[in-house]
């Protein structure tokens, strides 16, 4: 079974919230001291449903790892190498900067493309930076592909995948044919650690560097100049509620006194 | 200037559902803003008479009714060249979805095969020029974006409970238009639900909220939880941590990557507020939070809180809840 | 008694109680207070130490039958034929050497084993070496630590060494040509029999109290074995025949004869007269009989010295040699770690060959499990076992790839059904609840160090199987990520340093004060952090902080088995401080304090490490810091980080600044000092769910609630924390006010020193006179 898992470099969505910082000129977010970029978490959830997918399956078959971005966006494709994947793509350009949902997915189709579609096409269900999660189903539609998006568990069954979809009131279970698009939740379970000589050997490993032209695209296609959504502003939210605390000398005075309270503002 | 689609939803028995008028206020709203065409409200389903009539109701002047028993079930597959057939016959300049899990789903593969693209998760809408302005929320509730689509038709989710819906008008009139419009192929087919027991209201139209968090430090605390909730009408919620460990089923997570609610009121219990959580939360008209410890981050959140041990606090605040409820 | 936890009876062994200190010679408050108390390098508290008595005790004992023998006898007198009875004694002679081979044989068997593994022995400091197997492994220092098993091991390890040298006197004697040159004549050889008669008993006694503590009141940790049946009984057999034997020869050749010689044969004598009554034929067939059967029984006995525990004989004393002479708490380092083809231990190869020898040193004594606290919490880790199982598989499937090296074969031909041995053998729970508090290794009387043995096999797990508890996992992917262990901590680096004038480090100050990731991130570390820069600032020390530059010096990553990440992040921090022109550190982690001080050299940064109660004790003593304000009288006891006291011997600087703090009375738990108990967050289990009957804080929580005192003082930011939480669950639903109080000791010293009217930062020549002043008011 092969397999392609697109992965996102973000800032680290567990800085602490005071060194989260925002340059609104640049709309930009300023990296905090201290934090590395991080591959996407769910992202890294897909690479281990890639994973456990493979070994479900026999263990034979490749596993690549794609990803769009800056030089340092190789280290999110090294953590996938890292935990058994074995080859690595990055769509590395300066044409490439500033595009939004629609002109990555129009790249990593073609990538993908190129690489050959397999049998199952992995993302996380969302980036933890932008928490759009559209990606995958804008390349499932561009290749044409069935899609299962949110999912919590993802098996193989007679050359079809079974898959459980997280919906508003519990899950559905979907089967469909490959290849197929998957988007990885949270509640998919915690990916693997990656074993000292995995992360050494990837560290060794080469990752496949492609321009626009390498995928077909020209400048104007990818990056700002294709873009479709565009950005006026990013900031950080104000925060004016101001908590009342409600004092006494008891947790059961307290509680008494929260219902006073609950009842005078007529909140119940 | 084209009209505003919304594509509204429809409840399992094909009653309305509350985005679908949460939408159609918002897009009365732009119309005017823009100086629109209109608004028209698109229905996919099998069972579409109530949740049409309920449309008009709520503001939309044309609703397209794409029924077939193939669409009782929402599918990509199935779901989507229906939508695409009715965005061609529309022609709207701007498409609105929930952000629900249709919403989701469909709204950017729709927008794709339209040759455009989609803003998700809108807290708020504006107008400027013809374009739509959204304001939405990144990096974990830690930030806020305004963002247009600048390719046409504009396509955007809306986050439920952000927008008012138009008080309801059942004198209103408007054309119901049946889209004939065969259902896709699917290929994936869904072979099973699961439901969870959520026994009683569901997270995203409670009024209420109690919500409990890892702090709570066993997953038996939440019968506790459920208790007061059933006697306040309330759903119950529960942290990403919490579910992670295994003590309230997912379905039930309030947060970024569960449910986003915005009740009027939000319980929190042993929650100590990280922007995750708040992004899911955050919207609420009222929070309240019982955490020990006193620099918790929902405190910043919270217009009352109570610094103690929940265990401590619960038993008597049950009881009053009670005589509070009773005396309504 | 391993799990004298709250309350329980107290091992033997350990003091039962200890001394309560006053803080100083004039209690209560007034200018005696302020006196400076006599308290240097006061020894607190003392194990009865009898370990002293070891060498001096049994040598000149084993030596005085010699000395005896030598000077005070004539030349004529009592003396005893040596083979009156026997014939063809020469066959004896005979099978000497061949109980040497038998040895030599097991010796040699087992030495395939050990040889499997890494040759890497250690011989720095041989001075230090030579002196530690002269005390530890002859003079057996550590064994006499616990009185009963001590006084047990002494009274047979005397008899047999005393019993020895008779022997071989008696058998050198023999040879002599004639009386005027012989030893054992008159009045030499009537001392000679008194001593071996008196050793002869001392050795019954010693193996009746072995008997006593192996099968009629088993002690915990206690691991039966058909081997013990055969060492003690077998000692037993031989003393008894022994006496036999010189009954019967007293019976048949002397006690007519010269019966005022038979006295100073006590034991023979006893047997003599018993057997009074019985014919001289059948005697002489009996001494015959058993005369041989003593003869090949010793031979026999001894010859276990190849095949059984009783080998550490030669063994403790070797690796007593063979322990490595650092700080227990400096784990070795795996060099060159990019071109390793394996990470940590996950074969038996993979140890180094001291590591395989040392499983065949333990004597199964279970003292590292009686003090070990995981144990000691009922969670699922015994030291002794993990060595006996490494030994037992060592055994199996150790010989197995031993044998298939001298076939010249690849080693693990044949074994694809063995046991894992990291995993089955050893589970992994075991691994991961040691604290690496370094009790076992401080107890264990034949110096067997079980650390790193521990950790190597961690290593295994993290770096080769990736194989680890969930929390773990996220411990190291933050501290890979963020550079430190505090997952979803709200604070950054800097947060601690609101509203106080913090000197960042400019490279002119003379020291770089430490912070740490706990005492910048961890809310409840915060205020120590504070109170140690208002303190250092009060007194004047020139000093600065790194501030956001400070990343995670490693520690947990090391304990935790991430060697590699330990390596990337202490190189990171090295190139950080040697930039920084960093010369001394001060830390008020142990942690870092301990791997800055005995890690770091070995990866080449080399700096002046105190802990931040070293230096605020000289801050005292040197007058720079004067506590004044009283406040309550309060009952305080101290809790020791195994991290500061036991592997670093930093005991009593802390101790005498809670002492200086007048009004505060120091009182000691029941185990303290070397003996003190982990307060459970050790060796990385901070970030661990612990799995057990109880938590191991909770256990030491209870103890320190056990001695009266109102606070609990420490000197680690892992232990303040630990404390709490015990704290919370041991006194739930108790009175905030009838609460333990858990303070690091610079918290008390900040209540205690007046704030200085100059404002902090100033030279500290100004803030002097100010102190002065202000004393002279009190």
């Known amino acids: 079974m092969d397999a392609i898992v697109c992965v996102k470099q973000i800032p680290d969505p567990e800085t602490p919230a005071a060194a989260f910082s925002v340059d609104e000129t640049a709309m930009k977010v300023v990296q905090a001291s201290g934090v590395s970029p991080v591959i996407n978490p769910f992202d890294q959830q897909g690479v281990e449903a890639a994973l456990r997918l493979r070994e479900a399956a026999g263990g034979e078959g490749t596993i690549s790892v794609l990803s769009l971005g800056p030089d340092s966006a190789r280290d999110a494709i090294k953590t996938g190498l890292a935990m058994g994947a074995d080859e690595g793509y990055q769509l590395n350009d300066a044409a490439f900067e500033g595009g939004d949902a629609w002109t990555t997915g129009l790249a990593l189709a073609k990538a993908i493309e190129k690489i050959g579609v397999p049998e199952v096409l992995i993302f996380g269900r969302q980036a933890a930076d932008l928490d759009q999660g559209t990606v995958g189903s804008i390349v499932a539609e561009l290749l044409g592909l069935p899609s299962a998006t949110v999912l919590r568990s993802a098996e193989l069954e007679d050359g079809a995948i079974t898959v459980s979809r997280v919906v508003a009131d519990g899950f559905e279970s979907i089967t469909t044919p490959m290849p197929a698009v998957l988007t990885i939740s949270n509640e998919f379970g915690d990916p693997r650690y990656p074993q000292l000589r995995q992360i050494m050997q990837a560290a060794k490993k080469q990752v496949t560097v492609w321009s626009p032209v390498d995928i077909g695209l020209d400048a104007a296609q990818v990056g700002a100049a294709g873009a479709r959504v565009k950005m006026h502003a990013l900031f950080q939210p104000k925060n004016e509620t101001q908590c009342e605390f409600i004092e006494a000398d008891t947790a059961e005075e307290k509680a008494t006194q929260l219902a006073a309270k609950l009842r005078e503002v007529k909140l119940l | 200037m084209a009209q505003i689609l919304v594509f509204g939803e429809s409840g399992a028995d094909g009653d309305p559902v509350a985005i679908t008028a949460e939408l159609l206020g918002a897009a009365t709203r732009l119309n005017e803003a823009i100086g629109g065409d209109g608004v028209a409200c698109a229905l996919i389903g099998a069972e579409l008479e109530m949740a049409a009539q309920a449309a008009i109701a709520a503001g939309a002047s044309t609703v397209y009714r794409a029924q077939h028993d193939a669409l009782a079930q929402y599918q990509t597959d199935s779901y989507l060249p229906v939508a695409a057939a009715i965005v061609e016959q529309v022609a709207p300049a701007i498409v609105l979805f929930g952000q629900t899990s249709l919403g989701r789903d469909l709204a950017p593969r729709l927008a794709t095969r339209l040759g455009s693209a989609v803003a998700m998760d809108a807290l708020a809408l504006a107008a400027a020029g013809d374009r739509v302005q959204v304001t939405r929320s990144c990096y974990g509730g830690n930030a806020r974006q305004v963002v247009t689509v600048e390719s046409d038709p504009q396509v955007v989710t809306v986050r439920a409970k952000s927008q008012d819906p138009l008080p309801e008008d059942t004198s209103r009139t408007g054309d119901i238009v049946a889209v004939d419009a065969a259902p896709g192929a699917a290929r994936a087919r869904v072979v099973g639900k699961e439901t969870a027991d959520t026994s009683g209201v569901r997270l995203e139209d409670a009024t209420i909220v109690v919500s409990g968090g890892r702090g709570l430090g066993a997953p038996e605390a939440f019968a506790d939880l459920e208790r007061i909730a059933a006697d306040l009408g309330a759903a119950v919620g529960a942290s990403r941590a919490a579910c992670d460990l295994g003590w309230y089923p997912p379905s039930q997570q309030v947060g970024l990557t569960g449910t986003i609610v915005s009740p009027e009121l939000y319980v929190a219990i042993a929650i100590s507020g990280a922007s995750q959580h708040m992004a899911g939360c955050g919207g609420s008209k009222n929070i309240i939070a019982i955490n020990k410890d006193p620099d918790a981050n929902i405190f910043r959140y919270c217009r009352f809180g109570i610094v103690d041990d929940y265990k401590k606090v619960l038993p008597q605040l049950e009881l009053e809840l009670k005589q509070l409820v009773a005396d309504r | 008694m391993a799990s004298a936890g709250p309350g329980g009876p107290l091992p033997i062994g350990r003091p039962a109680s200890t001394g309560r200190l006053t803080a100083s010679a004039g209690p209560g408050p007034g200018p005696a207070a302020l006196a400076p108390p006599p308290r240097r390098r006061s020894r607190l508290r003392r194990t009865t130490k009898i370990g002293g008595l070891a060498v001096p005790v049994w040598l000149p004992l084993g030596g005085l039958g010699l000395l005896a023998a030598a000077e005070t006898g004539r030349v004529d007198g009592p003396h005893r034929e040596l083979f009156f009875n026997i014939a063809n004694f020469w066959v004896l002679y005979a099978l000497l050497p061949l109980a040497l081979i038998v040895i030599a044989y097991g010796i040699a068997r087992r030495a395939r084993v050990w040889r499997i593994g890494r040759a890497d022995f250690q011989f720095d400091n041989p001075r230090v070496r030579l002196r530690r197997m002269l005390r530890g492994g002859v003079g057996t220092e550590r064994v006499l630590r616990d009185p009963y098993s001590g006084i ?498 930093l005991y009593d600087a802390p101790r005498n600044i809670l002492q200086q703090i007048p009004n505060v009375t120091l009182v000691e738990m029941p185990r303290n000092r070397e003996q003190g108990l982990c307060c459970g967050a050790g060796g990385g289990n901070m970030w661990m769910e612990e799995q057990g009957r109880a938590r191991v804080n909770e256990v030491r929580v209870a103890e320190a609630l056990s001695t009266g005192a109102s606070a609990a003082c420490t000197a680690c930011p892992f232990c303040v924390q630990m404390f709490e939480s015990g704290v919370g669950t041991v006194q739930m639903g108790a009175e905030e006010s009838d609460r333990l109080g858990v303070f690091d000791i610079v918290e008390f010293l900040d209540v205690a020193v007046p704030v200085s009217a100059v404002p902090a930062g100033t030279a500290p020549e100004s803030a002097a006179p100010e102190a002065t002043a202000s004393q002279d008011e009190d």
Not at chain 3, 189 to 216: E, P
Not at chain 3, 424 to 450: K, M, N, Y
Not at chain 3, 461 to 479: C, I
Not at chain 3, 538 to 567: H, I, K, M, W
Request: one cysteine or more; aromatic letters at 8%.
């Open chain 3, 152 to 649: 047990m091991h002494l009274c047979i390890m005397s008899s047999i060494v005393v019993l020895f040298l008779v022997t071989a006197l008696l058998a050198i004697d023999d040879y002599l040509p004639d009386d005027k040159v012989r030893i054992l004549v008159g009045d030499r050889y009537l001392g000679y029999s008194l001593v071996g008669d008196i050793f002869g008993l001392i050795g019954l006694i010693g193996v009746g109290m072995a008997i006593a503590h192996r099968w009629v009141r088993p002690r915990t940790g206690w691991l039966p074995s058909f081997e013990d049946k055969l060492i003690v009984g077998g000692l037993g057999l031989l003393l008894l025949t022994g006496f036999f034997v010189e009954g019967i020869r007293i019976q048949t050749s002397e006690i007519a004869a010269n019966r005022e010689w038979s006295y100073w044969s006590p034991g023979g004598f006893v047997v003599a007269e018993m057997l009074s009554g019985v014919s001289t034929g059948a005697l002489l067939d009996a001494h015959k009989a058993l005369w041989w059967f003593h003869m090949v029984a010793a031979l026999s006995w001894i010859s276990l010295l190849g095949y059984t525990k009783l080998n550490h004989l030669a063994y403790a004393p070797a690796n007593a040699f063979l322990k490595s002479t650092g700080s227990s708490g400096k784990l070795p380092m795996i060099a060159n770690i990019e071109e390793q083809e394996h990470f940590g231990v996950s074969q038996l190869e993979h140890f180094t060959q001291k590591q395989l020898f040392e499983l065949d040193v333990c004597v199964r004594c279970g003292r590292c499990t009686d003090n070990c606290p995981a144990d000691i919490a009922g969670q699922p880790l015994s030291p002794m076992h993990i060595i006996q199982d490494l030994k037992a598989y060592a055994s199996d499937v150790g010989e197995r790839k031993a044998g298939n090296l001298a076939r010249g074969a690849p080693i693990d031909e044949g074994l694809a059904g063995a046991p894992v041995m990291v995993g089955e053998v050893i589970r992994d729970e075991s691994l991961w609840a040691c604290r690496t508090c370094g009790a076992c290794v401080q107890e264990c009387p034949v110096f067997i160090e079980h650390i790193p043995t521990i950790v190597d096999m961690r290593r295994s797990l993290v770096m080769e199987e990736a194989r680890m508890p969930e929390t773990v996992q996220t411990t190291l992917e933050t501290l890979e990520r963020q550079g430190h262990p505090w997952r979803g901590t709200p604070h950054t680096r800097e947060s601690w340093m609101d509203g106080l004038d913090v000197p960042l480090w400019t490279g002119e100050q003379e020291y770089l004060y430490f912070v740490g990731c706990t005492g910048a991130l961890v809310d409840r570390v915060q205020p120590i952090t504070r109170s140690v820069v208002r303190l250092l600032r009060e007194a004047g020390v020139s000093f600065g902080v790194l501030a956001g530059q400070e990343t995670c010096n490693g520690d947990p990553a090391r304990r935790l088995g991430n060697e590699y990440l330990f390596q990337i992040l202490a190189e990171g921090l090295i190139a950080t401080l040697d930039e920084g022109g960093v010369k001394k550190i001060v830390t008020h982690c142990p942690h870092c304090f301990n791997t800055f001080k005995n890690e770091y050299p070995e990866l080449g940064g080399h700096y002046e490490v105190l802990h931040h109660s070293s230096l605020l004790e000289r801050l005292l003593d040197d007058g720079k810091l004067q506590p004044k304000q009283g406040g309550e009288t309060q009952l305080v006891t101290f809790h020791d980080s195994c991290y500061l006291g036991r592997h670093n011997n």
